[in-house]
Structures are given as C-alpha cells and as structure tokens.
C-alpha cells in the first residue's frame, strides 16, 4: 500500500480532537520518529484487508520480546494522534505471566486513559491475534524474532498475522532492546 493509496487522496484538515484519516497510517514512519524506542514500522495491509477510513481502534499485540516496549510505545503515539481506544491484548498459557505482562504494558501507557486490556487463555497468539483483527482498524504488533530458518520451520507469529489479518498490521522494530 503506497502513500497515495492509504491516504485515499483526502487533503482535508482535521479539527482538533477529530480522528485522523488513514493518512496517518500511511505516515507512521514519520509518527514513529518521534517515539525514540522506535527504530522501524512498516505498514502492512493484507490483499484482501479493508483499509478504515479512520483509525478510531488499535489491538495491541503484548508479548514479551524485545520489541514489546516499542510496540506498545508506538501504539500509543498512534492512539493520541488519532484519538483511537488501544486495547492490550495478550494469549497466555500462565494467566500469571500474562497479567503481569499487561501490568507492564498498561504502566508504560503511565496516564494515557483510553486502553483495555484482554488476557485470552486458549488458542496460538497468531490465531487469536488474526480471528480478533476483524474488530479493530489496526493491528500493532513486534517484528519477528526468529531467523529465517527457524521461522521457515517453526513459524512466525508476527507473519502469520500479516498474512491473515482482517485489518492494516504496524509491524514494530525498538531500537535495540526495549522489553516491558
């Protein structure tokens, strides 16, 4: 998806308050230069994923990988930019190790209010991230941490949600290290 496409062409100025256009996905790299846990994001719109018209609700991926920080980091300077809800979302087998995992996370978002959080105990992080896309105008989640051999043969979160997505997926890259 270029520019032009995300954008859907609309030069119109939004009021304050008012949810931004797609353009802001379409210029997420430069959102993301102001969020110095940030080294990359791409935006990756699936064939047969429907852009919204506006970002009004963001699933965050939580994990606990080196890009977490930086995710949720970016999720939310998406959030305050478009005025969008963020809902913390993430597939544990130990609820304990989950709940403090959104503990993490929701601390990083120190007073930004619009934010739930889910803890799901069944199903792969993949799968439940991809059937609860279908909900939400975007998906942020960390790059792979996986090499190319090993993702060929076990797999990639991260991949398989780009791949089945129902919605734009913000693929984050910190700058070095930035777990919860």
Request: aromatic share 4%; hydrophobic share 45%; proline share 6%.
């Amino acid at each position: 998806m270029n520019a032009e496409d995300a954008a859907g062409g609309d030069d119109e100025e939004r009021l304050p308050g008012e949810p931004a256009a797609l353009d802001t996905l379409a210029d997420v790299s430069g959102l993301a230069n102001g969020v110095p846990s940030v080294a990359s994001v791409e935006v990756r719109c699936p064939a047969d994923a429907e852009p919204p018209e506006r970002v009004s609700s963001i699933l965050v991926a939580v994990g606990g990988g080196p890009h977490a920080g930086a995710t949720v980091d970016l999720a939310r300077a998406l959030a305050a930019e478009t005025d969008a809800w963020i809902e913390l979302f993430h597939v544990a087998t130990d609820d304990a190790d989950g709940e403090a995992l959104l503990d993490d996370a929701t601390a990083r978002l120190s007073g930004f209010e619009r934010v739930d959080r889910w803890l799901v105990d069944e199903g792969t992080p993949a799968s439940a991230i991809v059937e609860q896309s279908a909900y939400y105008d975007a998906v942020v989640i960390g790059s792979s941490t996986r090499g190319r051999v090993e993702r060929f043969v076990l797999g990639s979160t991260t991949a398989t949600v780009v791949e089945n997505a129902a919605c734009p997926v913000l693929v984050v890259s910190g700058d070095g290290a930035t777990p919860l």
